[in-house]
C-alpha cells in the first residue's frame, strides 16, 4: 500500500526468530546480591517456612491463576475481533 512507501525495515525483517540469536547487551548489576545468591536464599526461605504459610501462599496462587486465565481468555476473545473499516 501507497502508506508503506516511506517505511525503512530492517535487512532482516524477514527472518523468523532472529532476535533469538541476538545476544543481549550486558548490564551491570547492582552489585548488592548475586541471582544466585538470591536464589538460595529464597529456597532456604521458603523451605523453612511452615505448613499454614505455604498452603496461605498456595491459595493465593490459585487465585490468581484464575484471574490470569480469565484475563488471558478475555484478550483472546478482544483479539479475535476484526474492526469493520
Not at 538470591?38 to 487465585?63: F, G, H, P, T
Amino acid at each position: 500500500p501507497s502508506r508503506y512507501s516511506d517505511l525503512i525495515l530492517p535487512y532482516d525483517w524477514h527472518i523468523p526468530g532472529k532476535t533469538k540469536r541476538r545476544k543481549r547487551l550486558h548490564r551491570k548489576s547492582h552489585g548488592k546480591i548475586g541471582f544466585h545468591e538470591l536464589n538460595e536464599r529464597i529456597s532456604k526461605a521458603w523451605s523453612l517456612a511452615d505448613k499454614e504459610v505455604k498452603e496461605y501462599c498456595q491459595k493465593l496462587s490459585d487465585i490468581e491463576a484464575v484471574k490470569y486465565k480469565k484475563d488471558r481468555k478475555k484478550a483472546k476473545r478482544h483479539s479475535r475481533k476484526v474492526p469493520s473499516s
